[in-house]
């Protein structure tokens, strides 16, 4: 390229680069966009009725008078239901104003603006202080984040309708205060805005996108590069940071979810606006992986609960934006259009209507939900979670850093999923998201007393303690290590993984494998948690089922008239405990049902293993938990310990048709043969007089390990063996 | 008509007569329903998936050893659910056999009849002891009934395949044998035989179908008209005396199903084989009013929970009979084609085909779900269940008899359904129906000291005692008695009844109305429960919500820490206090959420009320309740005491959008102006200002009763009043 043509270029760049800059709009929207949805009205039922939704809310609005309320009231309450409201009201009105050309739309927006203009230099940090990052419309900061990227889009749909006077008085009054709050408020804020954390994605996205819809390029620069845009903060270091490798967010896919919805938004913006910077191809398009990651962490379309979690689904409006922008900006990323078939709605944009198109096309395949390991950590080295599935039967198991503030004092936990039910749960989080009495719609206190700590979980609690003592900053230090995982053969899904910090001089190991085999219906679970210690210790270790117990083969000595506390601290003051047994066998077991099917643990145990049957709901005076049922194994005075269970899906209960088929597990015994630092082998004998064995690698090292079983050496092969033996 | 006329019509009939009778197959199948339904193959899918059910489970059978096993099991267990896959099989083989003409299908029934045949007769009685009519093949003698019903079809398809010998074996050694014990084997066979019970329309079902299928007009007889062929008891005495003349069964909607199953079943044999008995318009086409009946109590498709019962569906194969068999045998009732739509399934019957042909046409309309009253009792004279409707919330109301061994202590008793969801919950039965593990898949003892006592019920315990004592000799000899009802007006539909026996000396009415007005989102219910006494009582009045508490206006002692039972006794053992409360309001308030919608109760209460939160769940070894959660409203020492609350469904908690509407109620008070033996006035007032004043009448009298409201006279009419008032 001669001097010449770099001048062309630069200044051809620059032209495309400005006029790009200039166009309104030019965030989710576009002319070109405008022009396609336009043209294809009445195509695409779910797209057309996203059309008419947001003509509804824009409708609706104009005839409603413009409120804009001295803020007041926390999540729920009115005052902040009417702000969130009232951007909603501004995007859907903006948005039909460039579909249908009225002015009303554009009119309304610009009254409500000015309002807000009028009202927003007034205001001192919201009353309701519940939060360490105060609000001024808001509570917190967070939700006027949330507030100006719609309004940003709003504005951008009719900036060219308001006149250069209203302009003025609305950036100078609105957004500058506000963009100048957000990034800089407060110190507080200062410090969101350039942390690595989701509120920080949000802030960075508000301020970047009313910059572009501005036209302001040093907010962009701040929003991009953080506030000293040096790169060492702001959106793109964002994205060098919050996701791993594999595209897994470290604060769980619930907050996946949401950080996705700033992440693609912006995201999209900076392309329509710099395009140059080829935003969606950054770190080898980390934001894409990670749509199609989030999609991923989900049973039955329901978003998976690891760390704080509340029910999430794909309909909601932020996996919508993600799926139909990640399609847009990568149209080879077909598998995201089953999602969009199953969503049913778009998002009234480019993107929008380009997946609408895509997804109404016959030849769309079903998504695959594969078996994953999801590394965990910026550069992949901080654990994973691993995603186990077969058929309709999917396990998740848990061995991660600590993931920030909404992390769970849980290493090494599982959650088990089959026939569309959640059967071993994890409880999520403690809140009534938006319902003002539940302590503001904040997190209650219960879900740091209970929801966080470890006996809340599918894990190992030693010493009623939590992991780590429940300490964030201590925990944060950490993260459990994979040891193996394979999930090459769909028959034998493997992972195990190491936690050698949450307890000081205990070390835990868990191995889960998802196995089939045709002797028995479906697959079943086989799960070795080793724990070593060279002292003793008490060892809680809880299966949170849900359904309705049916038999043990244990007898239980069940409180039928007093209820008392598992304990008073750590978690064990919110569970009430409803029985105990003991058993003489070598193996508890333990049936319930839940739905049409039968589940039942199978469990080594000996003459020291208690058996606990107790249920959540204790220690809770607002009325804030819901009752669960647990069976727990409680080793008492244990130094080096090895659980070893199976968990069978069994037979068919089916009450509309009377019909009740294998309630009995077909699991006969589970033994632990051989337990020791190079491996672990345990044999699972069935009813029907199969026997099997499994050995697992309890130590990384190149040499192949084996085993002597009946007089025969067995050698693992990609660190376990599992097949069919004789006797 | 001259004597030769009338010759040759008796002769006629009597050709026409022993031809049915002799015709195979002739019960459920006849050659003319073949003929349709290979002509109609490939057309209605619901159908023909039906077909190819049948045939996968005959197929299965053709591929499997015969096994007719020792009688060992309860329900739930092995041989349990062998003899039952048994005649399952047998009946679809039949079928096939018809529509094929394959002989392997037939020889499959030959060959299992014989084996029964060789077992019968070595059978004593099933050694599982949980019944008082234990059968021979299975615990108890119903089971064999229904074995029988499904047997006769099987036999009845194949009678003309099966040598002379073999039928006569098969009848001599089975057949007869199993008539004679069901009708006849021990006295207590020969009661339930003679029963007005749905075991006796099983019982007469079964011997009467097997009668047919032999062509044995003995035991058609003695079927139809009782053992004694008199006609005080049998199948027709039955039709009589078990429905009300709303087509309402006495034990309630759950056994009205189970029930309606035989009936339709066995009424469709005789109309095929005795048609001059015009079986299905007998007492003004009493089992069609029943279908639709049953229809009605529902709510999503899911049978109301009165007296014993648990979760039913339309799906149910007797709903599936009893809908095709009742179009087929009156198509002017085109409402139960749209029930049958929803079922997408049919019998594999004239009926069957018939239905699926109708209800794939294209002007099928929607099923009309009407509010109703439904009259108990033969006579219609004791007392009803009334069933107010309007857009998605229902109310059932219950002021019946007792409803024979199923019935529950539960006079005046509410459940109320609303957006798709149980709100006010009847906890229904305890059972795990075969589950073996659970008490031999039969009712649990919990299901008497809890589910059939008062207190589990929305309903006024007094002084901790059920009504009549929890006994059901003294039970039965009443019913509650309807004051009066209107349902005419959908915006106020009204209900009140009392009842004057379930304790001495206290007498309660329970008024109930739907109300819908602009002023509120939803319908709402106003109860007046009135209880009239001499002396002191301790009423308990519980709400059983299902949900989650979001508020109250008063506060609660919570336990926190320890859980102790309300009582020892009378089902109050079975329930955990959770917490305590009172207030020094007029009014108490308990807001809970249920799925997305928020409820709040609004209470009158004074200075004695005490605001109980319990849990069901206590007193319970054997792990078979769950846990339920009430609001109860204590008054502990009242003589005459009138309950006034107010039930309020409002606002949105859409947890995927994150969007809160109304979580307060619209209700700011319920105040009882008025309260007398004549009425009982009250006044209701919302948050927007408006007032409503409703007044009832609390006795029949010819004249019209007024009261004075701001020095207004204000006359009832129709027994109550209802207005928006200025204030």
Known sequence: MNIFQKTLLIALLFFYYTAAYAQHPGLLLTPAGVKEIKKNAGKYPGFDNAVAEQKKIADNALHSTITVPQPKDGGGGYTHEKHKNNYYEMYAAGIMYQLTGKKEYAQFVTDMLKKYATLYPTLGLHPAVKSETPGKLFWQTLNESVWLVHTSVAYDCVYDYISATDRQNIEKNLFYPMAEFISNGNPANYAVFNKMHNHGTWATAAVGMIGYAMGDKNLVDMALHGSAKDGKTGFIRQLDVLFSPDGYFTEGPYYQRYAIWPFMTFAQVIQNKQPELNIFKYRDGILNKAVNTLVQCAYDGEIFYLNDALKKTYQTQEIIYAVDIAYKNDPANTALLDIARRQNSFIVSDAGIATARAASKKDVKPFTFKPLILRDGAKGDEGAIAILRKGNTCLTFKATSHGLSHGHYDKLSISLFDNNNSILTDYGAVRYLNIEPKYGGHYTKENYSWA????????????????????????????????????????????????????????????????????????????????????????????????????????????????????????????????????????????????????????????????????????????????????????PNAGNHTFVSVIEPHGLYDLIKEVTINYKSAVASVQLLQDNEELTVIKVATNSGKNYLFATSNSMSSENKSFIYNNTKISLSNNYYFSEIKN
Chains 1, 2 share one sequence.
């Open 452 to 635: 966080m700590q470890t006996i809340a979980h599918n894990t190992v609690t030693v010493d009623e303690q939590s992991h780590f003592d429940g300490n964030i900053k201590v925990s944060s230090n950490y993260h459990s290590d994979l040891l193996y995982a394979d999930v090459s053969n769909p028959d034998i899904q493997i992972v195990s993984a190491v936690e050698k910090n949450a307890y000081k001089n205990v070390s835990m190991q868990r191995t889960t494998a998802l196995i089939t085999v045709p002797d028995l219906e479906f697959p079943v679970i086989f799960d070795i948690f080793r724990v070593k210690s060279d002292s003793a210790h008490q060892l809680d270790f809880p299966f949170y089922y849900r359904g309705q117990m049916v038999s043990g083969n244990f007898s239980v000595q069940k409180n039928t008239s007093e209820l008392k506390t598992l304990g008073t601290k750590n978690g064990y003051q919110h569970l009430w405990v409803e029985g105990k047994g003991k058993t003489d066998q070598d193996n508890a077991t333990f049936t319930w049902v839940n739905d049409n099917r039968f589940y039942t643990i199978t469990t080594k145990c000996d003459s020291q293993t208690e058996l606990l049957l107790t249920r959540s709901g204790a220690g809770d005076p607002d009325f804030n938990l819901r009752y669960e049922p647990c069976f727990m194994l409680r080793q």
